[in-house]
């Protein structure tokens, strides 16, 4: 059974690009949630997909979005990219919507310059 | 405004000894409460949690104890072993059930 993964580990931007970040759930999940943890702070909820659709979204702007695909794998998009948007960005899956059984991925560090 | 707070950034104890991480809440609404281990380079890693209809929840080495009344949770290691160095983090799960708040962590070092 493999676990969570994500693409790429590293990545550095510009500000005011576009960058998606990929997360592949556990096999049987088929819920992904995303958080952003920023340098010495909590992981911060972003959104949730369940079965394809967004099931819950935290306070961010609406230049994040994402996408579930019927594989249960996700992305999570960032447009105009701002330099506070440097961060780990962590996705998690679950087997049902309840995030009791989250299991997380290793996260995306991104760097906007 | 944070709803969930850790307020010691990080503790040192030494090997054999007890550990034990604070938490505190705002948020009576919150009914599920998570502790997550992070070590560098890796995601966060779940290690217990516990309804709010208990007060105690025990795993091995692990025991979560939840006070409702003062919104406050703390997590017990004993005995602290070198392995459990790392950020120890809670997290408090809304009524929805869709949505984790974390707190800022602890850096736990448990010295040899």
């Known amino acids: 059974e493999t676990g969570v993964t994500q693409s790429p580990t590293h990545l550095i931007k510009t500000r005011g690009q576009q960058v998606t970040l990929r997360c592949s759930s556990q096999s049987g999940h088929n819920t992904v949630s995303w958080y952003q943890q920023a340098l010495g702070q909590g992981p911060q909820f972003i959104f949730q997909?369940?079965?394809?659709?967004?099931?819950g979204r935290g306070n961010f702007p609406p230049r994040f979005s994402g996408l579930q695909f019927p594989n249960y794998s996700s992305e999570l998009n960032v447009n105009a990219l701002e330099l506070d948007d440097s961060a780990l960005y962590l996705c998690?899956?679950?087997?049902?919507?309840?995030?009791?059984?989250?299991?997380f991925g290793q996260g995306t560090r991104l760097t906007v310059v | 405004d944070q709803q969930v707070k850790q307020n010691s950034p990080s503790l040192s104890v030494q090997e054999g000894r007890i550990s034990i991480l604070n938490c505190d809440y705002t948020n009576s609404m919150f009914d599920y409460f998570l502790w997550y281990k992070k070590y560098p380079a890796e995601g966060p890693t779940f290690l217990i949690s516990?309804?709010?209809?208990?007060d105690k929840n025990e795993d091995g080495r692990f025991t979560v104890f939840l006070n409702k009344s003062a919104k406050h949770l703390s997590l017990h290691i004993v005995p602290s072993q070198p392995g459990d160095s790392a950020v120890y983090f809670c997290a408090a799960m809304n009524n929805a059930g869709n949505m984790l708040t974390f707190g800022g962590g602890t850096r736990l070092m448990v010295k040899p």
């Open positions: 516990i309804s709010s209809i208990k």
């Open positions: 998690a899956s679950s087997p049902v919507e309840l995030n009791t059984e989250a299991f």
């Open positions: 997909y369940y079965r394809e659709e967004e099931n």
